[in-house]
């Protein structure tokens, strides 16, 4: 498939080197077994009420989200500070307080990204907003809090993704959107669902944008085809990966690349819940086939690319967490970009998101209540 003019001519988009053969394959890595012998120590540091994401703030304090509504600043010691001025959540199944991302600028802006479902009128709506993390001695709370974007139009349903990236620049925000358990609105360019989003950091539409001039959702949209995706990130060669849930099989790992359809619901390696079969990717080239899926199923939550100090062996990697397969994936990359699942490790719990410290070290968080926050060092490592 082509890529549109817009894309070729921007320099601004430069760093989107495209690796063919990174979409030679698709790979099945579903069928891998989880290793129980870890390379790592998990130390617990924090409980929380079902926790959903984990935000890394420059000094290695976090920031984590739980879906019923609440944010922490915590320190690495364990110590939580409840975060004021957080909206009202639509919290119920997969709906409620989601992702939320550092910016890019946060040293001098102090300004943190977020995502969350809002009840309202017809039904509830994904949200991105914007705030000041302002910190004292007595009180942490988002000051200037404002949405700068709104699904449109409001619609019930869970799978409603929310994860943020920004781009190696830090001019840009992308945004995932799940269908909301309406497949056929992937495939409609009016509707802001079954997406990925390119947006400015104000949430206003970046004028180099495929559809750019067209306006609205259209012009708003990097990606289109997608179910629920959970995970989005930038590789350390500037290439952005997401990751999707399918129904009964066909988890994908994709490389996002602008203009593309991912073929969801159209084609999947996947079935339907009801048994019924779903055509392959092979069948339909104009769609953009995984460079990985799962069959079986890991339900994919939590993106992060692998650049530290303590697993240098692991510089490159993407980490994944996984719910139903209760694990944590590794996917390493060929010299050709092409990826494939490397290695698996039983975690006991499910994984919900997974970040990366200033110093090196892995955090996950499980995804239950209690579900613990968990600070991951090499096994063979010394105190001190």
């Known amino acids: 498939m082509a890529l549109p003019k817009t894309f070729m001519v921007s320099a601004v988009l430069a760093a989107f080197v495209i690796h063919p053969a990174a979409q030679a394959e698709s790979i099945n890595a579903g ?15 924090a409980e929380f009420n079902t926790p959903w994401a984990i935000g890394f703030l420059p000094d290695g304090r976090l920031l984590v989200t739980e879906k019923p509504g609440r944010i922490f600043l915590v320190t690495q010691g364990g110590q939580k500070a409840e975060v004021g001025n957080v909206p009202d959540v639509a919290a119920s199944g997969q709906n409620g307080l989601l992702d939320i991302a550092v910016a890019p600028d946060f040293a001098t ?3 943190v990204y977020f995502t969350y479902v809002e009840p309202g009128r017809g039904g509830s709506r994904l949200v991105l907003s914007r705030a000041t993390l302002s910190v004292s001695d007595s009180s942490v709370t988002l000051a200037d809090r404002v949405a700068i974007w709104r699904q449109t139009p409001a619609v019930g ?3 409603p993704g929310g994860i943020i990236a920004f781009d190696p620049q830090g001019s ?21 669902r079954g997406k990925v989003l390119r947006l400015n950091l104000d949430g206003s539409t970046p004028a180099d944008n495929p559809h750019a001039a067209k306006g609205g959702v259209l012009g708003q949209t990097w990606t289109t085809g997608h179910r629920n995706p959970y995970g989005l990130a930038f590789a350390p060669d500037g290439r952005l990966w997401l990751h999707e849930m399918g129904p009964r ?11 593309r359809n991912y073929g969801w619901p159209l084609v999947s390696n996947g079935d339907n819940y009801s048994g019924s079969p779903i055509p392959d990717h092979d069948t339909r080239l104009e769609f953009t086939a995984p460079a990985v899926y799962w069959t079986p199923v890991i339900s994919p939550a939590g993106l992060t690319f692998y650049a530290g100090a303590l697993f240098p062996q692991w510089r490159g990697s993407a980490l994944v967490g996984a719910l139903s397969a209760q694990s944590l994936v590794r996917v390493s990359f060929r010299s050709d970009g092409q990826p494939d699942e490397a290695e698996r490790w039983s975690m006991g719990g499910r994984i919900r998101d997974v970040a990366v410290a200033p110093d090196g070290a892995i955090w996950v968080i499980e995804d239950r209540n209690p579900g613990r926050l968990l600070r991951l060092t090499p096994a063979n490592r010394r105190a001190g």
């Open 172 to 192: 840009h925000l992308f945004l995932t959107v799940g269908d909301r358990m309406q497949p056929a609105s992937a495939q409609d360019p009016s509707q802001a």
């Open 109 to 111: 802006s102090s300004r």
């Open 31 to 45: 069928g891998r077994t989880a290793n129980p012998t870890l390379p790592f120590t998990a130390q617990a540091i």
């Open 157 to 159: 349903g869970g799978q």
């Open 249 to 259: 099989g066909g988890d994908e790992l994709n490389l996002i690349e602008a203009g």
